[in-house]
């Protein structure tokens, strides 16, 4: 096969011998504490008296403390290195020392009470780093820089170096921990590097409402949660047991917290920059990198600014904010980049409506979005319990927001104040349309005028105030005697939310609405959705509080018409049953026969009582895991132990087929598709029988159907590519632009892999699955000229045969 010129974005590096964790570049020769614990700012251990005969600590060297708020008083008047200091303040002494030992030692969370923040090591690295840069810095440089692996050498340059870095934590949800947890046993490492956790969301299927449909799910994923449970118990990762809630609430309110550096396997990770932590979605592989130990690999990112100014108000919420910068910057816009919104529009946005911009951002493809610390990050961490924690990034608040004057690679800016509420779609998140238009431009474009289902809640918008403006338009239209045209469903994004608008009232209105309050889980936000009221084939409209809407992600029907938008805008155009409907100025019939308007929604941002946690759901890892058992049967259709693949036999790579010549757009979703395929997420034998069923093929112009080069007939993609397979015959794709967007999957990346493929040839990739098929042995290759896409022809007929290897006739 001859093809146009290709290159390798970066040389494929040997991850063999590096399994073992490594000790940093410019580590001192002394014992240091186990990794997490916070270092005695005061050189000595904790409860210890100082001695006349105590000397500098580490080596020798002074020990610079930070000087902020109330320390600077003891600080710029005290010595200190095994000196008591003291100053009488009425009766009392108080010790430097003592007082800044207890500074440092603030858990990461109620759950980890041992692993500490390490503000003073964020500190530390960026003033490395903002040495030998000699210039301002972006939050996200803060961030990121200030977890790297050795600030003092690491080569730094935007868009171009790779960085080295040492996240805080991991988090994986129940679809992707299965297949990161089997390559993390084969590691043979006894416990996790960092604290890690499981959350189980993904496996639950939205059918007949929330008790039923988790009772079931437990039932038909016992095998899976089980594995998943004894391999967290094993290893040292927490366990959320299904019922919890979806894994970005859970962060957001247990473990993200400003100047964390988070990655998680699923792609809206990012969800944790409404708390000011740099939360990345990566594939289970760099997952299992953190969690033994190693460093982690990230293109050093560019930085977006997103300056805003004004205020939201009225139908505007921070959905509309994403929404419209979405419009901007479309599918690819963000990414290789971090998105950092700034400006004196932030403090307007709650700090879960924060978290709803920076989730959604991954559908620009965004490496994350981040906000600066301000008093509505305060305000709800204090709220869940983390006051603490507020508390001390009060006193390195400097770190946590930019430096005046910092430079952004590309500036936007949005007014809040003039922003309209916007819905994005169909079939794309960057097609964005004001809700006042979008109505005749369904019209002109033929689309389904008639809304089937308004759905809300998922990771993107089910925070208490969601919950809240969706309810206070539900309370209006049921004064007036109206329930939803459309049918409606309501899911919460965790336990706490959930027990928490039952106990205030809003969770029963929304039902009187019309609507089903669904499991505490991702439901149809992934696919997990049992739909009866239409036929597959059958063309329709959803409209949703989403955050992704690609042709059949919702439903598997390619002919829903699925729109995103916030979930006061659902439930208001669920009331009155068409995308015609404008809230800001249209009227409905109340059932006594008057018109009325709807007025814009007003609820609290957090509930005014504690949240109520509800049922406990989190399993901690034992203490001591030596007997604990991690069981996977050898005839298991769910879970699958793995074998290294084949090694390159350091031979070119020729003559290679070409499987399938993708046409337009090729998700995750395209390329390992979601839905019934989750139960096999933890079998890659079984998961790749669905290998590229969605992607069209420019050949014939159909799904799932390619040529076999061999015998010349047409047949399922996963089938040819297993007939490859056996018979020995190496084979590649052929991608479009922005190829792999979407999902953080890495199925989608282990599959072609498992099937025999050694390249994929694109326009373009998607950071996410770029890196994860450079992390299974895949080639990922981009055209040196985007137009040599259309020198590939693969003919509208039968070619030549191909003859099979060592033969020499065609079959």
Known sequence: MN???????????SRLGQRQPQPRAGARSCPLPARGRARPLCGRPHGSSPTAAAKPTWGGEI?????????????????????????????RQYHVASVLCQRAKVAMSHFEPNEYIRYDLLEKNINIVRKRLNRPL???EKIVYGHLDDPANQEIERGKTYLRLRPDRVAMQDATAQMAMLQFISSGLPKVAVPSTIHCDHLIEAQLGGEKDLRRAKDINQEVYNFLATAGAKYGVGFWRPGSGIIHQIILENYAYPGVLLIGTDSHTPNGGGLGGICIGVGGADAVDVMAGIPWELK????????????????TSPKDVILKVAGILTVKG??????????????SISCTGMATICNMGAEIGATTSVFPYNHRMKKYLSKTGRADIANLADEFKDHLVPDSGCHYDQLIEINLSELKPHINGPFTPDLAHPVAEVGSVAEKEGWPLDIRVGLIGSCTNSSYEDMGRSAAVAKQALAHGLQCKSQFTITPGSEQIRATIERDGYAQILRDVGGIVLANACGPCIGQWDRKDIKKGEKNTIVTSYNRNFTGRNDANPETHAFVTSPEIVTALAIAGTLKFNPETDFLTGKDGKKFKLEAPDADELPRAEFDPGQDTYQHPPKDSSGQQVDVSPTSQRLQLLEPFDKWDGRDLEDLQILIKVKGKCTTDHISAAGPWLKFRGHLDNISNNLLIGAINVENGKANSVRNAVTQEFGPVPDTARYYKKHGIRWVVIGDENYGEGSSREHAALEPRHLGGRAIITKSFARI?????????????????PADYNKIHLGAGPSSPRALPGSTKPT
């Open 769 to 785: 699955h770029e890196t994860n098929l450079k992390k299974q042995g895949l080639l990922p290759l981009t055209f040196a000229d």
């Open 63 to 91: 020990r610079k403390f930070p000087a902020t708020n109330g320390l600077q008083f003891f600080l710029d008047h005290y010595f200190w290195q095994g000196q008591r200091a003291t100053k009488a303040l009425g009766a």
């Open 138 to 140: 972006t939050l996200s």
């Open 300 to 315: 050093c990112p560019k930085v977006i600014g997103v300056k805003l100014t004004g205020s939201l108000s009225g139908w």
């Open 334 to 347: 963000g990414t290789g980049a971090i998105v950092e919104y700034h400006g004196p529009g932030v403090d």
């Open 3 to 13: 093809l146009p010129p290709c290159r390798l974005w970066r040389p494929l590096t």
